[in-house]
């Protein structure tokens, strides 16, 4: 089409002498290139402008915005769509104001060429739909044809739009149902939760009337025993003060007799309480309440699985079809540009330091001394630069001696150095406008010096390099095989395969270094080789792994097969029990496990062959301890999600 409109146009051009007079002035040449959008090539309709102060139509503004980050068609910088869609964006008041006070509807000029259809030399017209140069005689058959095609098109898209709505009524019902099946769930919920709390409330009244019968009992004993302390008090009383009597008395008299009656009477009371304290047994009581039936968490009420299907739409509308009548399909590729940029990246090729960390697994090498230093405190619950809410995972660069933190709900990722001072803080957004993560909850580093990174929110495994820029991505949310639901933790081996923690799924997955599935192993249950949340994982020597496993309040060792070596440790607050375990690190050169016990907050050291050594001692305690890492001078550092802190001790 563009061809054919150059070859008029050169005709035109060499039969100028032909062309009619047409008078143009000087300020409509000139305005009128600004006034015209750069996208559908037309005088602006409802002209909005971007940040950049480039000016589109607000339709053609709609049509090529496909996200919530887009790019300009003409000076390709970045923009933002507000909430509100692109109409919240600046309306350009100049060009209306142009537009309102000049006319620029000027009928087309006349021109002596030969017709498109007819090929005959004759005074034609350019068609405003598609460009041609058209002869008066043809124009009536060229809009016919196009009628037609519009037609047709219109009669095709109606029938799709059919079927849509068909579709669409299908979905709305599956949605009410799925609505009116929430509403019952809902009501079960509510139902078995009352029912829990009544069979608790009855077994607390029938625990409580029995300690009110023990307590009426105490009462009534207690009371036997003020009334007999009385009475021996009473004797003993009379028999010191009679003695006195008789002592300063020289011959007997009414008042000796008198006593002696008296003490007769005593010593008949006195054999009396003497049976009942001595022959007679009293009975000692006890009470005592021990709970092994109701659980002190929610995890044991069940759990709310939500799944979401994409359903793909075939379409048999073919909108290339349109030919001449299509936008520029330089403009329609833009989006799929900005898409394929955000992939394409190099991988960071300088050289390691020789600084070892051991296997990439958060953590250094670090000698056997007992850690009974004074702790040093950084951060405290905020916002600002050196203060955590949530903090979590730890991991250590090689390269940048520097610690990575994931402060969870600040959403960011912040850095210190060995020493403890702070260095920076990497924000979600980037200064480019480019999300890098939301609400960072695991991080690992491996040998070569790229970062791995749980996305919380959008449950994904993101692999960058040094420089923030995104290399692949490991996995994808979802109910098969080789997909996760709550991805919460990872580590890699010398082999680079990736381990992940599916918390959600009760399992570990393995990938390879390029993100392609490799196995899985575990599921939900209490027997070993199954899970129940498990949180936090590490390689240890010998192509081992050890598992925290959340739920079941144990540690487990498997190969990297995923075959069950041994299991350790139980629910309790005894030495090699836990409560609710987390971070795990591993020391290759004393060969021993730090496991970070946050129900019981503490943090228990084993040997290689797993013997419980020591508790990790701290002056202040811990509160909450997520992670651990060993530095090289025998230090370690702790993350405290719940004191939002961190420990160097």
Not at 248 to 277: F, G, P
Not at 495 to 510: E, P
Not at 609 to 638: A, R
């Amino acid at each position: 089409m563009r061809n054919k409109t150059i070859q008029v146009m050169s005709d035109v051009n060499h039969s100028c002498s032909s062309i009619s007079t047409i008078k143009s002035s000087y300020s409509s040449k000139t305005i009128l290139p600004l006034i015209t959008c750069p996208i559908c090539l037309e005088i602006f309709r409802e002209p909005l402008q971007l940040p950049c102060q480039h000016n589109f139509c607000k339709s053609c503004l709609e049509r090529i915005t496909v996200d919530r980050w887009s790019r300009c068609p003409v000076c390709r910088g970045c923009y933002r769509v507000p909430f509100s869609g692109v109409g919240s964006f600046e309306t350009n008041r100049t060009i209306i104001n142009l537009l309102e006070n000049h006319s620029y509807t000027e009928s087309r000029p006349m021109l002596q060429a030969k017709c498109a259809l007819c090929k005959l030399d004759d005074t034609i017209t350019i068609c405003e739909h598609c460009r041609e140069a058209i002869c008066y005689k043809c124009r009536r058959q060229h809009y016919d044809e196009f009628r037609k095609y519009i037609c047709l098109k219109l009669n095709e898209t109606q029938q799709e739009t059919e079927k849509l709505i068909a579709k669409e009524v299908e979905n709305i019902k599956n949605h009410e149902e799925n609505i009116n099946h929430s509403t019952d769930m809902v009501n079960t919920i509510r139902y078995k939760v009352n029912e829990l709390i009544d069979k608790i409330k009855q077994e607390e009244k029938k625990l409580l009337h029995s300690i009110q019968e023990f307590n009426n009992t105490e009462q009534r004993l207690l009371k036997e025993k003020n009334n007999r302390f009385q009475d021996l008090t009473k004797i003993k009383t009379f028999c010191l003060s009679s003695q006195e009597k008789l002592y300063s008395k020289e011959e007997t008299d009414q008042e000796a007799i008198e006593i002696r009656q008296k003490y007769e009477e005593y010593v008949i009371n006195t054999n009396s309480l003497q049976n009942q304290i001595l022959v007679v047994k009293t009975p000692r009581h006890r009470i005592s309440f021990f709970n092994q039936d109701i659980s002190f968490d929610a995890i044991s009420l069940g759990f709310i699985e939500i799944k979401m299907e994409l359903e793909p739409i075939e379409s048999t509308i073919q909108l290339s079809q349109l030919k001449n009548y299509s936008i520029d399909k330089n403009i329609q590729n833009y989006s799929k540009q900005f898409v394929c940029s955000l992939s394409s990246t190099s991988q960071d090729q300088n050289e390691l330091l020789n600084l070892s960390i051991i296997n990439g697994n958060r953590c250094c090498p670090s000698s056997s001394k007992n850690h009974k230093r004074t702790p040093r405190i950084i951060g405290k619950r905020g916002t600002r630069d050196t203060e955590f809410n949530h903090p979590s995972s730890l991991a250590y660069s090689k390269r940048d001696k520097l610690i990575y933190v994931c402060d969870t709900y600040n959403n960011r990722l912040v850095t210190y150095g060995i020493d403890g001072i702070f260095q920076q803080v990497y924000k979600a957004i980037s200064e480019t406008g480019e999300r890098r993560f939301h609400h960072p909850y695991a991080i690992h580093i491996d040998s070569n010096n790229r970062l791995y990174l749980i996305d919380q929110s959008e449950r994904r495994i993101k692999v960058f390099n040094r420089d923030f820029k995104l290399i692949r991505l490991i996995g994808q949310y979802g109910h098969d095989i080789d997909q996760y639901l709550t991805p919460c933790d990872l580590c890699t081996d010398e082999q680079n395969n990736i381990y992940v923690c599916d918390a959600g799924g009760h399992r570990i997955l393995k990938y390879n270094e390029q993100g392609e599935f490799l196995l899985a192993w575990g599921g939900l249950g209490t027997d070993n080789g199954q899970f129940k949340c498990p949180a936090c994982i590490c390689t240890m020597n010998g192509d081992r792994l050890a598992v925290s496993d959340w739920g079941n309040d144990r540690i487990q060792v498997f190969n990297c097969e995923g075959d069950h070596l041994l299991s350790i440790g139980h629910r309790g607050k005894l030495l090699a029990e836990f409560s609710r375990p987390l971070g795990l690190t591993y020391d290759e050169t004393t060969e021993k496990l730090f496991v970070c016990d946050d129900g019981n907050n503490r943090i228990m050291k084993f040997n290689h062959d797993f013997s419980m050594t020591e508790l990790v001692y701290s002056k202040i305690g811990f509160n909450g301890p997520y992670d651990i890492l060993l530095l090289k001078d025998g230090q370690i550092i702790i993350s405290e999600h719940r004191a939002h802190r961190l420990q160097i001790i």
